[in-house]
Nanobody, 123 residues
């Protein structure tokens, strides 16, 4: 199983970015896909998760209403659209996959991880 994250970059306060996580190596139709982030000196934290089939989603309170998850079945890709970005959103973002039936904020329940992509938001 491979997860390839991309789309990070530098934006100013209020800007937008779209992160992509391309999955390969197995069928993900029954999996949960999620994004976590880790800022310097901080623990890795949950950002958002989605069940591939059915579209059930879960968002961290800090990004609710600003971030949105979508899936592209044909491309086996999950997208995280990030709007109204703030400096506190600055972090390395990681995508992850789990065989659970619904998204969870517990990072230890995600078996598969992609490499990180850096998001920097300046004021």
């Amino acid at each position: 199983v491979q997860l390839q994250a991309s789309g990070g970059g530098s934006v100013q306060l209020g800007g937008s970015l779209r992160l992509s996580c391309a999955a390969s190596g197995r069928t993900f139709s029954h999996h949960i896909m999620a994004w976590f982030r880790q800022a310097p000196g901080k623990e890795r934290e949950f950002v958002a998760g989605i069940r591939w089939s059915g579209g059930m989603t879960l968002y961290a309170e800090s990004v609710q209403g600003r971030f949105n998850l979508t899936t592209d079945d044909a491309q086996n890709t999950v997208y995280l659209q990030m709007n109204s970005l703030k400096p506190e959103d600055t972090a390395v973002y990681y995508c992850a996959a789990s065989t659970l039936s619904r998204p969870t904020m517990n990072r230890y329940l995600y078996r598969f991880w992609g490499q990180g992509t850096l998001v920097t938001v300046s004021s």
